[in-house]
């Protein structure tokens, strides 16, 4: 089930437009008066660039901004001298992920910590598979960026159906990625005969049809939102197509829930709010060993981000053959670490890019704050690989870092939600973890670093493949220890679904 899907991330089309767009918002910033605070800066950009924007929101957006700086600033400050002082990046996460649990209930806590595992251990194993099939690490394939859990939940409303009919059948989530490839597959145990689903749920039914067409889904049921379901039908009907479409799954008499798009975006957090996996009795033990399995997850992401060249690759191609002169501020920025108002222009950027639909992967709906996270892991990215490249820090020390540069991007989320209900804030991010994330830090700290001078932007495209191997080594290691740590594919997803059909009413 994918929206706004294509074969790449992003093109070389749109990866020229947020590069003129990141060097016509850094001219602005730098001719901006002093007197000019940087949330005003902020606030104007948006306002002036993104035409449907409030001045409420601008302001709002600013302000998000700048604190998620801010925030990602103190959590890698803090997560370097815990390393220096011996304590791990995963003890450092597991330790704020305690801090923000404060006043909640063992049952509530333990909960959410285990379904943010699943799906941080679910995301590591889709990148490593797409890592494993291209061997340079520049991965083409888009990721369904949300539809996972909703997939889930479609397909197991159906079989606990059957099961409550005793029909003997099995829905299986496929979790394959490639061209048509099939969402749903429902088997009948008995007679051995198979159904195949395709779940397409645009924002509207225009997009839904649109995403229908694209691809090809012969021999397979199409499953949309139910209240975009009529238009849809009706549409394909004036074409003469017999297209079998429908707004739930049915499987031999076993049928499942329909689901409109709202429904579909709310799920997760519905489900956090009212109960995650009710069955599960936590103690405080059990707990702790969930926020370090949260931290190693999170610690093997940025190991495999860093094994994806797709992002550096990119912004090489729009700099290939171009002499840049190097701009005074982001050449510091990059060599001394004063980086903050390269954040700013940086994180506004990204801002506009998405809000406009350039960049296409990450969703428009996605908080100012998170946006500004993937910013300031761009950033720190570029500067660690020039690091390498001038061997100021050896492969390993500079993978460590890339890593507890991930990790402090978690603590930030994390940290947002200390003494709230766990909910949006928490888990907004998720969606963009794994390939997405991957591929616009890279393209950002690419990017940024041409914006450096042609020399520092050669060193670290050069650099950032040549880390890209090592990376993917190491992190083989850790996906292996993350494994048998008892972990299987999928399980902790499909045990999560089950646990909300039991929510929803089954």
């Known amino acids: 089930m994918e929206e706004n899907v294509g074969k790449e991330y992003i093109t070389e089309k749109e990866a020229r437009t947020v590069k003129e767009l990141f060097k016509k918002y850094l001219n602005s910033y730098k001719e901006k008066d002093s007197s000019i605070s940087d949330k005003q800066w902020l606030e104007e950009l948006f306002k002036k660039e993104i035409p449907e924007i409030t001045n409420e929101e601008a302001k709002n957006d600013a302000s998000e901004t700048l604190s998620a700086i801010k925030e990602f600033d103190d959590n890698l400050e803090s997560i370097n001298e815990a390393a220096k002082q011996g304590v791990s990046k995963e003890r450092w996460l597991a330790n704020k992920i305690q801090e923000a649990s404060v006043g909640m209930a063992v049952n509530e806590y333990g909960a959410v910590l285990q379904s943010v595992d699943d799906i941080l251990y679910q995301k590591n194993m889709e990148l490593a598979e797409a890592l494993k099939r291209n061997t340079d690490g520049n991965i083409k394939m888009s990721r369904n960026l949300d539809g996972n859990i909703a997939e889930n939940l479609i397909a197991k409303t159906s079989e606990m159906s059957g099961f409550l009919q005793d029909k003997n059948i099995k829905l299986e989530v496929r979790e394959v990625f490639t061209e048509n490839s099939v969402d749903v597959r429902a088997t009948n145990l008995e007679t051995g005969k198979y159904q195949n689903y ?33 238009e849809i039908k009706e549409y394909f009907k004036s074409k003469g197509s017999s297209k079998t479409i429908t707004d739930h799954i049915d499987a031999w008499g076993a049928k499942g829930k329909k689901f409109t798009k709202e429904d579909v975006k709310n799920i997760q957090l519905s489900a956090q709010e009212d109960g995650i996996m009710p069955q599960m009795d936590y103690s405080h033990y059990q707990t702790k060993d969930l926020a370090m399995s949260i931290g190693k997850n999170a610690g093997v992401l940025g190991l495999q981000s860093a094994a994806v060249t797709t992002g550096l690759n990119i912004a090489n191609k729009i700099f290939n053959g171009e002499e840049v002169n190097p701009d005074e501020m982001v050449e510091i920025a990059i060599k001394t670490g004063t980086d903050t108002s390269i954040k700013v222009v940086t994180a506004g950027t990204l801002q506009v890019a998405v809000r406009k639909g350039i960049i296409r992967f990450i969703p428009k709906a996605t908080p100012a704050g998170i946006i500004a996270n993937i910013a300031c ?26 890593g507890r540069v991930t990790t402090s991007m978690a603590g930030g989320m994390w940290g947002a939600t200390k003494g709230a209900i766990f909910g949006a804030k928490l888990t907004s991010w998720i969606p963009l973890i794994g390939g997405p994330l991957a591929v616009a830090t890279g393209l950002i700290g690419g990017m940024v670093g041409y914006f450096g001078g042609s020399k520092i932007g050669d060193a670290v495209y050069s650099m950032g493949s040549k880390v890209a191997g090592v990376a993917k080594n190491i992190a083989k290691t850790a996906l292996n220890g993350l494994a048998s740590a008892g972990k299987a594919i999928g399980n902790g997803i499909k045990s999560f679904g089950k646990s ?3 929510f929803l009413g089954f």
Do not use: C
């Open 500 to 502: 909300v059909v039991s």
């Open 198 to 230: 395709q779940l397409k749920f645009g924002k509207d039914a225009k997009a839904t049809i649109d995403l229908i067409e694209r691809g090809n889904y012969n021999n397979q049921q199409l499953v949309v939102p139910a209240e975009q379901l009529d």
């Open 377 to 402: 892991v761009g950033i720190e990215n570029v500067k660690i690989l020039y690091k390498i490249a001038n061997g100021e820090l050896s492969f390993t020390k500079g993978l460590d870092q890339i």
